[in-house]
């Protein structure tokens, strides 16, 4: 059975930055695409950032581009979400997900994990 949880989370202050992992279990981190989520207070949950499981393809939602980095160590079945420059806008349940690429980039995902917090204060 495939699970990922997340780690990682936590208070900073704006400008801070911050490094989120979620490690998969049950199945081999190869076998997917994977990529993190948000749901900041009071909204849908969106779309941050999604790499294709060889490493080749990366993608990022416009608010977060240039400040946070997707990556992944197939090693440790484990994908990491570099966040620099973190402002409030960015507190949020952080979610990791795995599945196809193209899927993930619209939201869906074949496997979930059950967040990690991180608040921003300014």
């Known amino acids: 059975q495939v699970q990922l949880k997340e780690s990682g989370g936590g208070l900073v202050q704006t400008g801070d930055s911050l490094k989120l992992a979620c490690e998969m279990t049950?199945?081999?981190?190869?076998?997917?695409?994977m990529g993190w989520f948000r749901q900041p207070p009071g909204k849908e949950r969106e779309f941050v950032a999604a790499?294709?499981?060889?490493?080749?393809?990366?993608h990022y939602a416009d608010p977060v581009k240039g400040r946070f980095t997707i990556s992944r160590d197939n090693n440790l079945d484990t994908i990491y979400l570099q966040m620099n420059s973190l402002k409030s806008e960015d507190t949020a349940v952080y979610y990791c997900?795995?599945?196809?690429?193209?899927?993930?980039?619209?939201?869906?995902?074949?496997?979930w994990g059950q967040g990690t917090q991180v608040t921003v204060s300014s």
């Open positions: 997900a795995a599945g196809p690429l193209v899927a993930l980039r619209v939201g869906k995902g074949d496997h």
């Open positions: 049950g199945r081999s981190g190869r076998a997917y695409s």
């Open positions: 790499i294709k499981w060889n490493n080749e393809i990366t």
